[in-house]
């Protein structure tokens, strides 16, 4: 009796143990190919920086369709990955079915979806969103990016893998004690505020806004220098007025000095009002005096205009029913719509980009390393300048032999150690910052300066995404905002957009067709050998016994 007391004491003991040991030590094996569950080192470095309490409430709760509960499964096995490595991310998932209206108030808009079940379509509306909040910090988190995707499969997949970049750019962004600034160049006529607001007010939210003019070098070159160079990243939108050799001097130190750089430029004068109120302009080169500037970082901007077969629409009036004027909306082929690179993190599942009036940029050879952004499509056509451009020819009929020009580059990023263009030459102005060159330093290049410029309805910005006429959805503010991003980022945050995961969706149709098979093959056959067992079982049992 004793001993059996003590096997007991010792199995208890031991279960007690065990249990100590599995409450203090937890460890979870990530078994996926693809690594899905396993936290990049940006992820653990951003979340490690977390030290008070960080909410996540995700509205992926309800009934919603079947195939997207997968992307409420996947949302909460990841927000449980940054919950164990850090306690303080507190998770909590709601129905947003009683507060849709103060959700949309605060930005979230719903998802209309096309859902297939048993083979009858229908509809419903989900709202695909997080929110975290942090102290006084609040921003929320779209967990289905805007995409062009051919299934609503394939943006099931995109939305996954884009879980680990979304959630650790937001977390990071409301955990910076430190802000990055950027500066706003103005001066030389660049884009009034308003038709930047849509840009610029999503970029504020991340980064500090300063506006900075260049008419200061005029008067005291060295301080303008001084000044610029305190800041991080210099965005140029669309100047139309000639850079001096004194503000040249200044961006090109501002580069030198480790100061990224977003050019937005338009070398041609090609003006859409004029186009819609007389039928016709004249697109003429504009000189910005920024060639050999350019030149040294290994780039050129042409004076030609592209055509693209693959292009954006506008709205033209096509006649009159009774006294109101009928529009219709036609691809108008100076409006190339471009796609990204597909292997960058800047470009990586972002919608096509509509360019106005875009020109041509080459690249010249030497040590900078150029990574294309934007390109056409392969059905191209150059048209020199100066030239007059009529709206009419929007009916002219489209000769494809003539649109051989194959894919022209609108947009590229640099990167490397950029050689001063004032190396080995007389400086307009003397500074005790001078440098001959950057190292391991940032710019991209645009060869559109409207590519940022949003339109205005009922004197409010519309939004950069869209098309106030033909409602039509574009990747501009993507593109531009990870951009900024890129050039800004120091921990690799912008890299986890490249993130790739396979996930195994159900073939519907096929599981429709073959759903009678497969409901007798998982019910009714484990009846039926349970069946089969136990008569047999009871034979055999009887026979031996009797």
């Known amino acids: 009796m004793n001993k059996k007391l003590k096997n007991i004491a010792i ?7 065990l249990n100590i040991i599995n409450q203090s030590f937890y460890k979870r094996f990530d078994l996926t190919a693809d690594k899905r569950y396993t936290l990049s080192k940006t992820t653990e470095k951003i979340i490690s920086k977390v030290d008070k309490p960080l909410f996540i409430s995700v509205y992926l709760e309800g009934d919603f369709p079947s195939e997207f509960k997968r992307l409420q499964v996947e949302t909460r096995q990841y927000l449980e990955e940054l919950a164990i490595k850090n306690p303080n991310i507190k998770i909590n998932f709601e129905a947003p079915d009683n507060q849709r209206e103060n959700l949309i108030k605060r930005g979230m808009l719903p998802s209309q979806l096309t859902v297939e079940e048993q083979g009858k379509l229908s509809e419903a509306i989900i709202f695909p969103w997080a929110e ?4 006084k910090k609040a921003t929320i988190v779209s967990l289905l990016p805007n995409a062009i995707v051919a299934s609503q499969d394939e943006q099931l997949q995109k939305a996954i893998e884009n879980l680990e970049y979304s959630f650790s750019n937001a977390i990071n962004s409301v955990t910076q004690k430190k802000q990055k600034s950027i500066a706003v160049i103005t001066g030389n006529g660049e884009l009034p505020d308003i038709y930047q607001y849509s840009f610029l007010s999503e970029v504020a939210k991340k980064y500090k806004l300063a506006k900075f003019t260049l008419d200061s070098v005029t008067t005291n070159p060295q301080q303008t220098l001084k000044d610029l160079t305190s800041l991080d990243l210099a965005i140029i939108a669309k100047p139309t007025q000639k850079f001096t050799e004194k503000e040249k001097l200044t961006l090109d130190q501002f580069i030198a000095n480790g100061g990224k750089t977003l050019w937005m430029l338009d070398n041609v004068q090609a003006d859409q009002d004029s186009l819609f109120t007389s039928g016709k302009m004249l697109a003429y080169p504009r000189d910005l005096n920024l060639t050999d500037l350019l030149f040294s970082y290994g780039i050129r901007i042409n004076t030609t205009l592209i055509k693209d077969l693959y ?8 006649g009159k029913v009774g006294n109101q004027t009928q529009f219709k909306n036609l691809d108008w082929f100076y409006h190339p719509l471009v ?4 292997n960058h993190a800047i470009t990586k599942n972002i919608s096509p980009v509509r360019l106005q009036f875009a020109n041509q940029i080459d690249t010249l050879k030497n040590n900078i390393k150029k990574t294309p952004l934007l390109l056409s499509s392969t059905l191209t056509k150059k048209v020199g300048t100066p030239s007059f451009i009529e709206l009419q020819s929007i009916a002219d009929e489209v000769i494809e032999d003539e649109y051989k020009g194959g894919n022209q580059l609108f947009a590229v990023l640099l990167e490397g150690d950029f050689k001063s263009a004032y190396k080995n030459r007389v400086k307009p102005f003397e500074t005790p910052l001078f440098k001959d060159h950057a190292t391991n330093n ?3 290049i645009i060869s559109d300066g409207d590519i940022g410029k949003n339109q205005i309805l009922k004197e409010k910005p519309f939004d950069l995404n869209r098309d106030k006429w033909t409602n039509q ?3 501009n503010k993507d593109f531009l905002l990870n951009t900024v991003d890129y050039l800004l980022d120091d921990a690799g945050l912008i890299q986890l957009r490249n993130k790739t995961l396979q996930i195994r969706t159900l073939d519907k ?5 073959e759903r009678t098979f497969w409901q007798f093959f998982n019910v009714v056959l484990p009846l039926i050998l349970l069946f089969a067992f136990g008569f047999v079982f009871n034979y055999l049992r009887k026979r031996k016994y009797s």
Do not use: S
Not at 132 to 135: L, P, V
Not at 509 to 513: D, E, G
């Open 132 to 135: 975290i909040t942090y102290g």
């Open 11 to 17: 199995l208890i003991i031991g279960l007690i143990f």
């Open 311 to 318: 292009a954006a629409q506008i709205p033209l009036a096509t």
């Open 442 to 444: 940032k710019m991209v």
């Open 473 to 475: 959805q574009f990747g």
């Open 509 to 513: 149709q096929k599981a429709f067709k």
């Open 339 to 342: 796609g990204g690179n597909p």
